[in-house]
């Protein structure tokens, strides 16, 4: 077991062994997002090129996680190792006791070939946007090359998170094109294989018609990847072997096409604008505070000095 | 008349002699918030400190133009000169033809005393919030000591433009606790003077109870301003001298208690702050391009350099 405070690097070396809690305590510093996160990630980010990354989203209520968990159970018959990251930005910080509400998911919670995660945004400096792809970058370099990333996909950034996985399955459920509470535009521009989970009620068929209206209204090339339609019952697996066929199916399209390049490739530009940005805007409130902030705002009002000039004058020791 | 293309200088100089094309001019300059803009802000803001600004919103419908004309009626009558400002976030810009659907403004459109110019964002650089205070000091510096800004009270931007005033008027209709559309509660904050707008319709003495206990509930410091309710009917002009006693009296408390000063000092704070914020985030834009991101960004790619390496490489030359 490491020995609390141990630092990030002892930490990372734990977790590539194979300690579940060293795993846990990487994740928890990677929530925070400080200095510790960026030590991390300089650490995993070269050992992370092999992984792949699934993101699942779609409606509340519309079975994601009894379907994960379906899921789950699938792969681990095919005796493959995963994790899953459990994006849950209406709850506090778990600390990695996790699940809250995926109760389903704990039928796998004793499972060392599984490692479950619930991520909270609360007090990581970057928010969600930022934490998940350092998060992923770490299950990739501790050797969970199959990492799920699922996300209520209600919030524009949730739907994003998701949908800057390598591929992306949306979860929809019969008769969702009378649902108003999913942002459905959102949702239909990041699917690469859209589930209709709860396929035993009725309405599978004129949902699965409903989604390909609007595949053909998308006007999509015809050498790009049209986005499948499975039906799935997470509650007895059904249809769960297909899912996984059809992300294979687009996994191999994306390698061979070129998209998986260009993705990535496009993920970590935004990526870098992100951090960039945000630290310019903590360097934009460093400088708007301070005595010469309040000599110099007093000034403005005092009408010595126009705001133009002030802002010349602040903005002086970081220009180029 | 003033020569086409005469530069921002020579523009202010006609602008304070009266040419009113040229102050025409000038606004739209400080629309388009390019350097010229700036220009014309370091020459107005010296110049600008003996105004005073009304900022007047509420919801769609409540009335606002029409009274702002028998406002200005009013005004005029006293033989003051003012200028009006009428924010419209909605249409595109309008070159100084202006007044959209004011219609009723148009009654004082050939009277020298008045300059009613409406604004529209669209090009701003910094938008409404830094386009709105620089045409208020235009104004203030050519002479226009009353500028009277009106808002929609819907958009927070539109609110809170015009609850950066001196003085804040918010125009309610009877039975205006019916109504959702306007955003109550930024409305309710920024209030110092209300206004019961049409108030020829039943709901005069329910709606003033309901502000009341709005206000009541608000739980303002006994010795702060308590916001007077101002029953107008602006198309008969019943109620305005009313409310431009109410706005006066609110224009000595704020002098005498330090309220005005407090305000002036936190709203040009601000604005320096955004106009910080903007010049970083332009530099973030600008960073984030060229020759020398292309290869960083193909080397995070390829896992050569971690995101975080990159960035502290990207804002090396930005670094103090």
Redesign the interface.
Known sequence: MIRRGAPPEELFEAALAGDRAALARLLSLIERGDDAA?TI??LA??R??GGYTIGLTGAPGAGKSTLTSAWIGHLRSLEMELAVLAIDPSSPFTGGAILGDRVRMQDHATDPGVFIRSMATRGHLGGLSLATPEAVRVLHAIGRQLVLVETVGVGQVEVEVAGKADTTVVVVNPGWGDSVQANKAGLMEIADVFVINKADRDGVAETTRDLMQMLDLSDLPHDAWRPPVVPTVGSTGEGVPDLWAAVQEHRQYAESSGLL?ER??FR??E???E???Q???R??RK??SGDRWDE???G??A??V??????DE??A????
Chains 1, 2 share one sequence.
């Not at 126009?306 to 802002?311: H, Q, R």
């Open positions: 960026r990630g300089r980010h070269p992370s090129a390049h990535r490739t970590l530009r990526e870098l604008r951090i960039i940005a630290r310019l805007g360097r934009a400088i708007c110099l705002t007093d403005v009002v009408r010595e126009d705001p133009w000039t002030a802002a602040m903005l020791p970081v220009d180029a």
